[in-house]
């Protein structure tokens, strides 16, 4: 057959590299992950790469990412299982799926700003040493590692899959629209249920409960984490998590219009975490929650008294939580505020919170914020006759909406910027920014 004939024509490292393919989680690689399972350095990999594809063995439809169609694959681990032995393919399959997890752990805390330091990485072909970079590998190996993640599950390594989901908490946040976030806590929430760890269930399903908030749209699913996540708080008898369970539930309620619900529970996580001194839960989460509760209960001005008080104490190094976290709540409390300023028809207050804040650098870590405050002053200014920022702002808007995927968005934010474009055509004035 056409396959074995060309497997003839491949150099030894070339074939071994073939037949261990199919080992690899995820559905595709680069020469990187492909010398992992290969056991070769990374040079000879991608040469045997280039001998697989040129002999139409493995397919590679876009720059350094390769993958092997379905009938080569089953053809590929047929060769693999007539010779090597089998307990030589489950090492080479356990090394690639600990290199992916690994790596996965590495990437991943380089978000957390309570890590002092990245755990140890043996493969220093890896660059992982600045967030951009494990960025970068998080997305490019996102199959590959979610794959993995998989396995360990299936395989009953729970610890290991707790602690890949926990490495990815923070990074979340910043790649919300990728869409798999749900699997990856149902998988380290169940793990932490079977290995009978109460406060690591509870943690992880607050973070499935923000998962099926954000992410699906499901505050059904998000009330039912968190209440169940409340449940194991109080098998753990930890009042910190007990306040981060009322604070999710109370964001779940409120994207499912439950706001009467929600308040009570935000001030009671506010009280919670007063009690145990947890700035990051108080300064970061609940007074934001609770403000949008007072908010949509008809009370603006107590809102805006606790968006203000938020943003005050994060931008106070006494009472701040890490700088890190301080920073981004800077950004959240000031989007907070000037959203409260455009549902109230404030427009200058709108420019003159949202102006600055869309500027500084935590705003660009997550992208949706960013889009959602240059959208708010593209409205402001357009109210307030600005018509040429209006128009720089939507377009940043629309950017930021596409570069993530948020099309729906993105469109409403289209329409409204060409409503504009007639009135900028009709008013010389208007083309010297007037």
């Known amino acids: 057959m056409a396959f074995e004939l060309s497997c003839t024509r491949l150099s030894g490292a070339a074939q071994q590299l073939f ?18 399972p290969a056991g070769l350095p990374e040079a000879d990999t991608e040469d045997a790469l280039g001998e697989l594809v040129e002999f139409g063995l493995v397919q590679s439809g876009f720059t350094a990412r390769y993958r092997l169609h379905d009938l080569i694959r089953i053809f590929a681990r047929r060769r693999l299982e007539q010779e090597e032995a089998e307990d030589e393919r489950a090492a080479v399959e356990a090394r690639a799926v600990n290199w992916l997890l690994d790596t996965a752990i590495v990437a991943g805390r380089r978000f957390d700003p309570a890590c002092a330091a990245l755990p140890e990485h043996r493969d220093d072909r890896v660059r992982l ?23 360990a599950a299936a395989t009953g390594k729970w610890r290991r899959v707790v602690d890949v989901a926990e490495a990815m908490h923070w990074f979340s946040d910043r790649w919300i629209h990728w869409g798999y976030w749900p699997r990856v806590f149902t998988l380290s929430s169940n793990a932490a249920a079977e290995l009978a760890d109460h406060a690591a269930a509870a943690t992880h399903l607050n973070y499935l409960s923000w998962a099926h908030n954000t992410c699906l749209g499901d505050t059904a699913g998000a009330s039912e984490c968190a209440r169940r996540a409340h449940a194991e708080t109080v098998k753990a008898g930890d009042l910190r998590l007990q306040a981060w369970a009322d604070s999710y539930l109370a964001v779940a309620l409120l994207k499912a219009g439950d706001a009467h619900g929600a308040l009570p529970l935000a001030a009671r996580a506010m009280r919670g975490f007063r009690i145990v001194n947890d700035r990051e839960g108080m300064v970061m989460h609940a007074l934001s929650t609770l403000g949008r509760a007072l908010e949509r209960t008809g009370k603006p001005d107590r809102a805006l008294r606790a968006y203000r008080q938020r943003l005050a104490l994060a931008s106070d190094p006494a009472t701040a939580p890490s700088p890190v976290i301080a920073g981004t709540t800077r950004v959240s409390a000031a989007r907070d505020i000037g959203l409260l300023h455009l549902a109230q028809g404030r427009w200058r207050e709108v420019v003159e919170t949202l102006e600055p804040a869309v500027a500084w650098e935590p705003a660009s870590n997550i992208p949706q914020w960013q889009a959602q405050m240059y959208a708010a ?12 920022g209006a128009l720089a702002d939507m ?23 060409n409503s504009l474009n007639p009135a900028l055509a009709a008013s010389p004035a208007l083309s010297t920014g007037q």
């Not at 951009?132 to 396995?151: I, P, R």
């Not at 377009?395 to 289209?414: E, L, M, S």
């Open 377 to 388: 002053l593209g409205r402001a200014r357009r109210e307030l006759g600005q018509l040429r």
């Open 19 to 36: 037949r261990r393919l199919p080992l690899m989680p995820g559905p595709h690689c680069g020469p990187l992950l492909a010398a992992v």
């Open 129 to 151: 040493d600045t967030p951009e970079a494990a960025q970068q590998w998080l997305t490019t190996e996102a199959d590959s590692w979610l794959a993995a993640l998989e396995l």
């Open 395 to 417: 377009d940043r808007a629309i950017a930021i909406y596409q570069q993530i995927g948020d099309d729906n968005t993105a469109q409403t934010v289209r329409a409204l910027r």
